[in-house]
């Protein structure tokens, strides 16, 4: 009686033994488990790969993740579509899926986030964020950003839709949104700007930089070029070692470009519709007379000095070679002096806002309005003059016959006066 309770007791459990493991079998389908309790408690998950010592230990009804190295995936349940590569990676997750951790130091992360190297995204809070690279958006509480390389975005606490790519690229950037910044250390301290460039950097929003050590200091600007720098507003400079520091405007070459050019004239935006208190109050010949035309030589290396700069090596020979360049044209200074004599608002001169760091110049097609006017003012004159020229020729028609018959009785009164003393004579001889 007692054999035959132990046999039925053994018979019972080996039954459900049975039931239990042919049980799983048929509820999940297409796993592969290798290693020590790896995949050990799968029920109905499906499509799962798990190699490594623990790996997916605690996995049940999740579906469609790989886990490789030992404690990977460990104690995820239920989340699915994660990949998890090397030693404790992702060991802890038990809420994200869509996840993929492949590095050392990774333990846990949110859903639908990439991060890939040694420590990349460690302290990630935010979704749909791709880091690569070894400390690569290493403290990213912001979504949609693309962190690739060494370091880059380490700081983005809060940014979002931001892309870095390079070592150490944007590091530092802490909540900006809407950045590109490519290129080792290259940095953006705004937002929607682009910086492309080693060492090109931004610390205004709405810019773009690019181009090594291409610096902006302000927003809304373009700086494009080798060691470019616009330092104000709403300002572009290109080309290599150009400068810009006065806001609204643009630089195009360096100083020793010798030449701009194109197929056809600059146009400039001259609609009657868009203009307000017209008037014509130029002023021509007595502006014009008092420029004084002049020849010169740039002195390069004064300039490059005068903004605190050296010329590059590359350019020396370049900047030598505009310095033999005879130019023609006015001096700033004494056209400005002109201008305010004559008490005329002209906009030829460019006046530096601060005179220690700014040059002056000359835009030279603006002196084609005064010098119309000083052709309209000649023109006037001459037909002035050719007005009283045509009077005087009418009078001298009228005066022409009566000068006639003046010279004839000069003559016939000549005539009368030599006849008269030559009769005397005779009177006197006889």
């Not at 003046?406 to 004579?425: A, R």
Request: proline share 1%.
């Amino acid at each position: 009686m007692f054999n035959r309770k132990i046999k039925n007791t053994l018979q019972v459990s080996l039954i459900l033994a049975l039931a239990m493991t042919f049980g799983n079998a048929f509820a999940q389908t297409n796993n592969e488990f290798l290693g020590t309790n790896a995949g050990n408690s799968i029920t109905t998950g499906n499509n799962n790969v798990a190699i490594g010592d623990e790996a997916g230990k605690k996995l049940k009804t999740g579906s469609d993740n790989t886990f490789l190295g030992t404690n990977s995936g460990r104690d995820q349940a239920t989340k699915s579509g994660n990949v998890f590569m090397g030693y404790s990676i992702g060991a802890s997750n038990q809420t994200a899926d869509s996840l993929t951790l492949i590095g050392y130091g990774i333990s846990q992360g949110v859903s639908n986030n990439t991060l890939i190297g040694q420590l990349a995204g460690v302290g990630q809070s935010g979704r749909d964020n791709v880091s690569a690279g070894s400390y690569a958006g290493w403290i990213n509480n912001g979504s949609k950003n693309t962190c690739v390389g060494n370091s880059a975005g380490l700081l983005n606490s809060f940014g979002n839709d931001n892309v870095y790519l390079g070592y150490q690229a944007n590091s530092s950037n802490s909540h900006f949104i809407e950045n590109v910044s490519i290129g080792s250390q290259s940095s953006i301290d705004g937002s929607f700007s682009i910086s492309i460039g080693k060492d090109a950097d931004i610390v205004e929003k709405n810019s773009v930089s690019i181009g090594q050590n291409a610096d902006i200091s302000k927003e809304s600007s373009i700086s494009i070029g080798n060691s470019t720098i616009v330092s104000d507003t709403n300002s572009i400079s290109i080309g290599n070692g150009t400068i810009v520091n006065s806001k609204n405007s643009v630089v195009i070459g360096n100083f020793s470009t010798i030449s701009i050019g194109g197929i056809v004239n600059w146009s400039t935006t001259s609609d009657g519709r868009f203009k307000t208190n017209v008037r014509e109050n130029i002023i021509g010949l007595d502006f014009i007379n008092r420029l004084r035309p002049v020849s010169y030589n740039y002195q390069i290396e004064k300039l490059e000095k005068f903004y605190g700069k050296e010329i590059p090596e590359s350019l020396k020979n370049s900047s030598r070679e505009k310095e033999k360049i005879r130019y023609s044209g006015f001096i700033a200074q004494e056209v400005e002096k002109i201008k305010n004599e004559l008490n005329f608002d002209f906009s030829g001169v460019d006046t530096p806002q601060n005179k220690n760091s700014q040059v002056y110049g000359l835009r030279y097609s603006e002196f084609v309005v005064p010098l119309v006017k000083a052709v309209q003012e000649l023109s006037k004159k001459v037909e002035s003059q050719n007005e009283e020229i045509s009077i005087l020729k009418e009078k001298q028609k009228i005066i022409s016959p009566e000068n006639t018959l003046l010279q004839e009785i000069q003559k016939k009164l000549i005539k009368l006066k030599d006849d008269s003393n030559q009769s005397l004579s005779n009177q006197i001889d006889s």
